[in-house]
Nanobody
């Protein structure tokens, strides 16, 4: 079973920065795509950023220009650099990995809390 281990969440003031990390139990190249989703209290889970095995990342409009998705192939880690954080970014952030088996299969991390508050 694939495991995704997240870290890097916490409490930060508005305008601050955080970097989330996600380490999969298998090579990042074994997945069709990897990315981050988030879920705020009382809201549905939403896409933050995602990237295919090759090519550039796609971002939600609400985070464009502030968040950067990257992958370190040597460390086998997916990162989400979050700058200029706003209270509206407060949510549980989930790492996601997708793989085509006989259809698309989704794997999820346990989630890491990000709270933006003064």
């Amino acid at each position: 079973q694939v495991q995704l281990v997240e870290s890097g969440g916490g409490l930060v003031q508005p305008g601050g920065s955080l970097r989330l990390s996600c380490v999969p139990s298998e090579s990042v190249f074994s997945f069709t795509a990897m990315g981050w989703y988030r879920q705020a209290p009382g809201k549905q889970r939403e896409l933050v950023a995602t990237k295919g095995r090759y090519g550039s990342a796609n971002y939600a409009d609400s985070v464009k220009g502030r968040f950067t998705l990257s992958r370190d192939n040597v460390k086998n880690t997916l990162f989400l650099q979050m700058n200029s954080l706003e209270p509206e970014d407060t949510a549980v952030y989930y790492c996601n990995a997708q793989r085509v088996v006989s259809g698309m299969v989704d794997y999820w991390g346990q989630g890491t809390q990000v709270t933006v508050s003064s």
